[in-house]
């Protein structure tokens, strides 16, 4: 009995240097990290967690047209975010097929425009669709105009994936239409050092895919334009 106490005190110092060892954790994450746990935990990424927040969710994206940023106080960080993303913005509304567009999203790093596979590529392939061109070219222009660093991301389905296909699984194929669009923007005069190119296949699903929509959905190719300084962040990936 006289040593009870001591296995008692052990059990609460082991408690409180978990308790600490937390603390310091949750510390160091960054915020984007903490916001993907949180929708996690709440139910709302089931699915692909982009640490990208909704447009209707960031009062720097929505009503863009008709927010004045001159009236409020914002971070220069905010402020470039709302000048692209209402850049692409005015892109979707014009030259560029509507129906295409999933949206732009936008965080404290940068801001995503997602754009459905089938309209810049031909079925099954990598090769670049006329529409393409237009959504491509506007993107040049974005990247010449602001300093931004660029990641592609490719997704692609298993649907996609035919007996006498030229890539033999969805991990190609995603990545040669992202390599495609890089290449494009490259050729348009934009450094290589400022793009990346990454291949996803059919791992971040923004839906179940189990419907034609779903899959429909999922295929699709993302533009994450960011600020240079935080390139090595995996954030952006």
Known sequence: MSSAWKVAYADFVTAMMAFFLLMWILNMVPPETKKGLAAYFTGEGTYESSNVSPVSNNPFIQDTEKLDTRDIKITETERANYAIARKLKQMLMADA?????????????????????DALFAPGTAQLAPAAEKILNQVVSLLKE???YLVVRGHADEQEITADSAYPTKWELSGARAAAAVRFVSDGGIKPTRLRAVAYADTRPLEPSTSPEG??????????FHRPDIMSYSVVY
């Open 215 to 224: 899959i429909a959905r999922n295929r699709r190719v993302e533009f994450y």
């Open 97 to 117: 097929p509507k129906q295409s567009a999933e949206g732009i999203s936008a965080d404290d790093v940068g801001v995503l425009l997602r754009v459905n596979s």
């Open 146 to 148: 602001y300093n931004l």
